[in-house]
T-cell receptor, first 117, second 112 residues
Framework: DAGVIQSPRHEVTEMGQEVTLRCKPI?????LFWYRQTMMRGLELLIY????????DSGMPEDRFSAKMPNASFSTLKIQPSEPRDSAVYFC???????????????FGAGSRLTVL | SQQGEEDPQALSIQEGENATMNCSYK?????LQWYRQNSGRGLVHLIL?????REKHSGRLRVTLDTSKKSSSLLITASRAADTASYFC????????????FGKGTHLIIQP
């Protein structure tokens, strides 16, 4: 398996533009997570899906952010309109619950580095 | 808000020495995990310890958990230059399919 695949790896855009980040989770994983990483705030959980259904989007900062998971092999995170403070590395991660412990062991993608000018 | 807080924020040691990083958290947990992040990369899972476990080993890694103090430590023995990375603890309060809450990490530098 190629792991969790994210695209684009880098994106530079101007304030006000729409940004779409994409993620392909590991086949067979039934949970998908979007995180944002900045120096100031560290890793923040934005939203997660279980079996393609959004479970908790309380970490989504504003209505400008939206996420979808139309099927088990694809998810998008969209920012419209983008602002300079959205500049960060956005990570997608997927998991399958470890039944014995009830824990999620996450496999992360390489991230999408977003710069909004 | 951050659930886990790693200490120290940065650590620089000589190759071959042991590195110890600590993590404190605030609420009850089911499991605690440690992840590593190399520069420019995604996080990689290292080890998981359940709330009813006190110590766990994996290769050169040793993790302890003290639920009464809400703290964990990660020990890397006989460090190597390749261990240079940031290390994060992550807590899983709800179990199941819930997301993990990460601390801000300890940046470890191994001097050759």
């Amino acid at each position: 398996d190629a792991g969790v695949i994210q695209s684009p790896r880098h994106e530079v855009t101007e304030m006000g533009q729409e940004v779409t980040l994409r993620c392909k989770p590991i086949s067979g994983h039934n949970s998908l997570f979007w995180y944002r990483q900045t120096m100031m705030r560290g890793l923040e959980l934005l939203i997660y899906f279980n079996n393609n259904v959004p479970i908790d989007d309380s970490g989504m900062p504003e209505d400008r952010f939206s996420a979808k998971m139309p099927n088990a092999s694809f998810s998008t995170l969209k920012i419209q309109p983008s602002e300079p403070r959205d500049s960060a590395v956005y990570f997608c991660a997927s998991s399958v619950t470890v039944k014995l412990s009830g824990a999620n062991v996450l496999t992360f993608g390489a991230g999408s580095r977003l710069t909004v000018l | 808000s951050q659930q886990g807080e790693e200490d120290p924020q940065a650590l620089s040691i000589q190759e071959g020495e042991n590195a110890t990083m600590n993590c404190s958290y605030k609420t009850s947990i089911n499991n605690l995990q440690w992840y590593r992040q190399n520069s420019g990369r995604g996080l990689v899972h290292l080890i998981l310890i359940r709330s009813n476990e006190r110590e766990k080993h994996s290769g050169r890694l040793r993790v302890t958990l003290d639920t009464s103090k809400k703290s964990s430590s990660l020990l890397i023995t006989a460090s190597r230059a390749a261990d240079t990375a940031s290390y994060f603890c992550a807590t899983d309060g709800g179990g199941g399919a819930d997301g993990l809450t990460f601390g801000k990490g300890t940046h470890l530098i191994i001097q050759p």
